[in-house]
């Protein structure tokens, strides 16, 4: 089956501590993306990726890190800097450029304890 | 700055209505243009891309329109089902790295 896949589904952070969710996708995508989910405000990016080892920021990247180590993979980690990380996350690939369609996974629900 | 908007929030219909969802950009300069699905708690699915250069794309009962000059695009779904309540979304790539500008969303319930 190809597609993009997020684990955890459901992952809970306290007060301090860093978390990273995981992204991964056998769709041979150049391109990844991570988006953040609220209530009432839309989908807005928070980093993406176009080529391995390349990755620039969004529009809301304070408090957030990622990497690029492998064409499949681009985990998000969300530091202790991010004051207000509850949301649900969202990653996403496509091909570079992003001329096609964009395909996403079926998301992380982070909340703060 | 491109701005993408979703007009209603929110509808109802019963079941077996044809209706219409709206999503309007401010920036005419798109190469395409995307539809999307969202359940609740969940991720979202594709359902039509529509290239600058299409009027039209369909798949099954869906339609979705491009007019680029007035900056506007609509979704038609034909035969309304319980099954089509969902958010449905519209996105505008920005600039040529893929990145999507999103609109709010329609939310959609469709009553038995």
Known sequence: DGGITQSPKYLFRKEGQNVTLSCEQNLNHDAMYWYRQDPGQGLRLIYYSQIVNDFQKGDIAEGYSVSREKKESFPLTVTSAQKNPTAFYLCASGLAGGWDTQYFGPGTRLTVL | ?112
């Open chain 2, 1 to 112: 700055k491109q701005e993408v908007t979703q007009i209603p929030a929110a509808l109802s219909v019963p079941e077996g209505e044809n209706l219409v969802l709206n999503c309007s950009f401010t920036d005419s300069a798109i190469y395409n243009l995307q539809w999307f699905r969202q359940d609740p708690g969940k991720g979202l699915t594709s359902l039509l891309l529509i290239q600058s250069s299409q009027r039209e794309q369909t798949s099954g009962r869906l339609n979705a329109s491009l007019d680029k000059s007035s900056g506007r695009s609509t979704l038609y779904i034909a035969a309304s089902q319980p099954g089509d309540s969902a958010t449905y979304l519209c996105a505008v790539p920005s600039g040529n790295t893929g990145k999507l500008i999103f609109g709010q969303g329609t939310t959609l319930q469709v009553k038995p």
